[in-house]
């Protein structure tokens, strides 16, 4: 039976450092290094008379004792969650006790760590947990992120409908960048590790400002709102039934207009946010003369009543000549009696989708979050398991791959998931390279490692014969059901991005099982 936790998918967790701590001589660190081929690992081996399996396998039993006394004491004690959670430890070892009494390797770093190895002096002693401000953390940190790919998509969108590629380009690349941090940080909150060290900055981008909503020959006038209109004589608030007429001076000797919905009852204030699209041709040269010399005009009207023609309550004008040079103009106009001011405005915008020559070049600054470092996630693990890690201590790594290297202590892992994580990672790499920004090491890690346990594993599978390839084959079939439970979890829990993350997993392994299942074994 084979592993198949997310604590060991490739690449996703970090490669732990070795730790400064003493080690017991049954800890798994110093079992772990009696597995790796060296000449002092050798000598020990020699001089105590054990093979490593018989070093495994003893340890394996003295930790099984070791959380069956403890779950004893914490029922005596009245624990009962504890007891419950050091029980299904206990439990979770025994496939890697079998495992190891017939003679098969196992992960050390499956097995729970020593309730006592760092000085404990009781198995009650308070552990280490995610607190709210943890959570809140990781929580911010992703909505910024999102909220910077997004504004680079926009604006790489925007320099690449102007025909732009080197800005829209530019703008990609730091997409690619913020979507590697965003993953990091991810699977950093996956596993339970320590929020990264980010800072703020400042940043200045040229946006090209367009309308791609809006085509070659369309031009599109929004009247907003009237604001403070006067109040005819005998007239409350109440009785206002307004009304805008639009009209747009090109083509001059035939001028279009255009009417909004009466507002009822709208006070002085009325409301109306009406589109309206007027033909133009941007090739005709008597069309930038035209919104240079004539504004578009817009008379505001209100209701008298039954047999009662509607009265204007003024002229508001908006100049749109600066849409020669500008995608947009917005302003707020008074209305008009002829040359007199009558009190009230009006709030209208004008847009073409770019301006008639030229670009609407505009400069914005932004509070730009930047992720400096992760903390490696090993050091930070508590000297006791929590009861959710003890539960997903389930798991034995009795056909790992045994090969001479530092990957032969992993788990199997699905080849197609391992192909997956290296080029996921040199993209981020490669990417972070081309924005030339520092690759953090932890990146570099985990590259490592999945390059090397996919080599491992690729080897194990030409020369492990049917055996291996029939534990191989059912250690996929295990972990397409348990990325399809954890991406159900996820979703529940509101993390969308860690579901398809699962479901991504499942479906490379779903792949690798037929392909596997099409070919003659």
């Given amino acids: 039976r084979a592993a198949t936790g997310h604590s060991a998918m490739p690449g996703l967790s970090p490669v732990a450092a070795p730790s400064a701590a003493k080690q017991s001589p049954s800890s798994p660190a110093s079992i772990k290094s009696v597995g790796v081929p060296s000449n002092t690992a050798s000598s020990s ?145 996956r596993y339970e590790e320590a929020a990264p060290r980010f800072h703020y900055e400042e940043r200045e981008f040229s946006i090209v400002r367009s309308f791609p909503d809006l085509g070659e020959s369309d031009a599109d006038v929004i009247v907003e709102a009237c604001h403070s209109l006067p109040l005819p004589a005998g007239y409350k608030e109440k009785d206002m039934y307004v009304y805008v007429v639009v009209t747009f001076p090109y083509p001059h000797d035939d001028e279009p207009s255009e009417k909004t919905h009466t507002v009822k009852s709208g006070g002085i204030n009325p409301v109306f946010q009406k589109s309206f699209r007027f033909s133009i041709d941007r090739k005709s040269r008597s069309l930038a003369r035209t919104i240079k010399r004539h504004p578009v005009r817009m008379e505001v009207f209100y209701e008298r009543g039954f047999l009662k023609s509607d009265q204007s309550l003024g002229v508001g004008s908006l100049q749109i000549g600066d849409l020669e040079t500008q995608a947009e103009v917005h302003a707020i106009v008074d209305l008009m009696d002829g040359r007199k001011a009558c009190g009230g405005k009006i709030e209208a915008r004008a847009r073409f989708r770019q301006p008639l020559t030229g670009k609407d070049i505009r400069k914005t600054k932004h509070r730009w979050l930047v992720i400096d470092d992760y903390v490696n996630r090993k050091s930070l693990k508590p000297s006791i398991p929590p009861p959710q890690a003890a539960q997903r201590v389930k798991q034995t790594s009795a056909s790992s791959a045994s ?75 295990a972990g397409v059901d348990k990325e399809q439970a954890h991406a159900k979890q996820l979703l529940q829990s509101g993390d969308k991005a860690g579901a398809q993350n699962a479901l991504l997993y499942k479906k490379l392994m779903s792949n690798e099982l037929e392909r596997w299942a099409s070919s003659s074994l």
């Fill in 403 to 477: 090969a001479p290297s530092a990957a032969s202590n992993q788990p199997l892992q699905s080849m197609e998931v391992l192909k997956h994580e290296v080029q996921r990672l040199e993209k981020a790499i490669s990417d972070l390279k081309a924005v030339k920004k520092p690759v953090p090491p932890l990146i570099q890690q985990r590259h490592q490692a999945a390059t090397e346990r996919a080599s491992a594993l690729e080897s194990k599978l030409r020369s492990g014969g049917k055996p291996f390839l029939r534990a191989y084959l059912a250690q996929l079939k």
């Fill in 45 to 189: 081996a020699s001089s105590v008379g054990r093979s490593v399996n018989d070093e495994q396998l003893a340890l394996v039993k003295a930790r099984m004792e070791e959380y069956k006394t403890a779950a004893l004491e914490a029922k005596a004690a009245g624990r009962t969650a504890d007891a419950i959670s050091y029980m299904k430890a206990m439990k979770g070892m025994e496939p890697m006790l079998a495992a190891a009494d017939s003679g098969l390797p196992v992960e050390v770093d499956s097995i729970p760590p020593s309730l006592t190895a760092s000085g404990a002096s009781h198995v009650g002693q308070k552990k280490r947990s995610r607190t709210e401000e943890d959570e809140a953390v990781f929580a911010r940190l992703a909505e910024g992120l999102n909220e910077q790919i997004e504004t680079c998509q926009k604006n790489g969108e925007q320099y690449r409908l102007v025909g732009d590629v080197k800005g829209a380009s530019a703008f990609d690349r730091e997409v690619s960048s913020l979507q590697a941090d965003l993953d990091m940080l991810n699977n950093a909150n």
